[in-house]
């Protein structure tokens, strides 16, 4: 099935190459694009020599969301933030949850979706009530110029921009984003540079590099979460790397998400995590010195709230996505005084 072209808009992040192809800059694959090509996310087409997004004019998802759904449990707490998407992807994950948006480009090639102007988006946001715009779902770095258009006029609006990303941007991508992007999410799937190759036809380094670089050299806020599948990376040996990694190269006051597997898409011969498998991670990630560690798709577990990880305090209680109580004042601890980490809590 072709891809209907209508309504282009000219890419960001990229440049001319020889003999009319195209160098795009926005994640690490950095294709090299013929003329009348797709890149290997197959939503930014060359024509004639320039680069353009297939998808700028086709948001396939636009709702409001809890912000702890994304999850970001450290950001703005308890607010609302509309949620938007457009199909399409870099990875292609076996166990994606979203794989009906995010495979459809690549697997039939259809791009489907409304033409909602970034000012509508804005609007509706602020309609909604919502405190920040959310560009997940599907990888926003492959929607940049959507993105960059929403991001720039919801800060006009005193709206915060926020991306759940696999972290395969590049640091020109990141650094492109910087003026309105306030926080992000990045899925560290895994420590093991297999896994990432046979489960998502992926690589590993240039997501440790997009972690260490945002946590380094950017304001953006910034949490990880891994899916934890059994029998895949959940080793003892590989956890504790995951953990070290983020606390000697992102900083112990990065919130981890371990979050349950449950079958999904092409990866459905594979049991759920086992409970005692998330709380042995979650051992593994507090003895690493990580100050924040939580447990995800598991409804009522104590490990949804947020702790002092000084004396021990729960500080934000949550059922689900639900926040029950919010005990931090000032930023800190009521008890002992220590600062809790985050942006505007």
């Known amino acids: ?54 998808t700028y004019d086709k948001v396939c998802s636009a709702n409001p969301d809890p912000i702890e759904k994304k999850p970001l449990f450290h950001f703005q707490p308890g607010t609302s933030s509309f949620s938007i998407a457009t199909m399409g992807c870099n990875f292609r994950c076996e166990f994606c949850q979203n794989w009906q948006i995010s495979q459809a480009a690549l697997e039939d090639g259809r791009i489907e979706g409304q033409a909602i102007s970034p000012e509508q988006i804005v609007a509706t946001a602020v309609r909604s009530g919502c405190k920040s ?13 959507l993105c960059n258009d929403c991001g720039r006029i919801g800060k006009e609006r005193g709206l915060t921009n926020v991306f759940v990303s696999n972290g395969f941007m590049t640091r020109e991508a990141i650094d492109f984003a910087g003026d309105w992007l306030n926080g992000i999410n990045v899925d560290l799937k895994s420590f093991s540079e297999d896994y990432y190759k046979r489960l998502c036809k992926a690589r ?130 009521p008890d002992c005084g220590v600062k809790i980490a985050g942006f505007e809590l």
């Open 1 to 54: 099935m072709a891809i209907e072209e209508t309504n282009l808009k000219e890419a960001v992040l990229w440049e001319p190459d020889k003999e009319r192809q195209v160098r795009c800059k926005l994640c690490n694959w950095r294709c090299v694009i013929d003329d009348g090509k797709l890149g290997r996310c197959c939503v930014r087409k060359n024509i004639d020599g320039v680069l353009y997004s297939l």
């Open 133 to 145: 715009i959310a560009y997940t779902y599907t990888e926003p770095t492959i929607f940049m110029e």
């Open 204 to 333: 590993l380094g240039a997501v440790l590099d997009t972690i260490s670089y945002i946590a380094k050299e950017t304001n953006i806020w910034l949490e990880v979460t891994t899916l934890l599948v059994p029998g895949e990376n959940d080793s003892d040996d590989e956890l504790k790397e995951l953990a070290d990694f983020i606390v000697s190269k992102a900083g112990a006051d990065v919130p981890w998400h371990i979050s349950r597997f449950h079958p999904q898409y092409k990866y459905l011969d594979s049991a759920p995590t086992p409970a005692g498998s998330l709380k042995r991670a979650e051992q593994i990630g507090k003895a690493a010195g990580l100050h924040y560690v939580y447990l995800g798709n598991v409804p009522g577990s104590k490990s949804e709230n947020t702790f002092c990880y000084s004396c021990g305090r729960v500080l934000i209680e949550r059922v689900g996505y639900r926040i029950m109580a919010n005990h931090i004042e000032n930023c800190c601890c």
